[in-house]
């Protein structure tokens, strides 16, 4: 089992790294750019000008970087190392957001240790305006922000901790990216989960 968890990690981490410089762009560019499909690590897409190319700048993607859906599952991996059990939306609220806000890690895309807060998209900065600043019930703090994949690209080890148990990590990554998201975004989120499980 524990190879299991270490390739699903390592694999979302390969995964995420070979599509973050790619992300946001038609097949049909990435194809352009690229002579077909990304089949391993390239560069970024706007070569060394990826500091101040538009629209992703100041992010290095590319060259092998992970992107924060890498460092938020890790937030995540984190939260379940310290809590040792099962999660809940308050899990997000008192355990990740301080993680996102206090504690410098090493961000590839920025070559620094910062605080994962400055990296991570919009919405997941939702999680910290809402749950830290906000002091909004962690079960509802989702509703109204951004409905996209937020949710559902940190949640595969909800899934490991409830190996074999499809039902239970779709119960439990409902009620985790309650905190997050809404809609569609927290059923995908719910939906990744059980699929890793099983």
Request: glycine share 12%.
């Amino acid at each position: 089992m524990a190879d299991r968890v270490t390739g699903c990690l390592v694999g979302a981490a390969v995964g995420d790294a070979l599509g973050g410089p790619v992300e946001g762009y038609a097949p049909e560019q990435i194809a352009e750019r690229h002579g077909g499909r990304v089949t391993g690590i390239v560069g970024p897409w706007n070569g060394d000008d990826w500091r101040t190319a538009r629209p992703i700048a100041p992010y290095h993607k590319g060259d092998g970087h992970v992107t924060d859906d890498t460092l938020m599952t890790h937030a995540l991996v984190r939260v379940y190392a310290t809590v040792r059990d099962h999660l809940d939306a308050y899990a997000v609220a008192d355990h990740l957001v301080p993680d996102l806000m206090t504690t410098p890690r090493w961000i590839p895309e920025l070559e620094a240790d910062v605080l994962p807060l400055h990296r991570i998209f919009l919405a997941e900065k939702w999680l910290v305006a809402r749950l830290h600043y906000g002091h909004v019930d962690p079960r509802e703090a989702g509703t109204g922000n951004i409905v996209n994949c937020g949710a559902a690209m940190y949640m595969a080890p909800v899934g490991l901790v409830n190996a074999a148990d499809p039902r239970g990590a779709y119960a439990e990554a409902l009620d985790i990216a309650g905190a997050h998201q809404s809609s569609y975004g927290r059923e995908a989120a719910g939906v990744f989960a059980a699929a890793v499980a099983a």
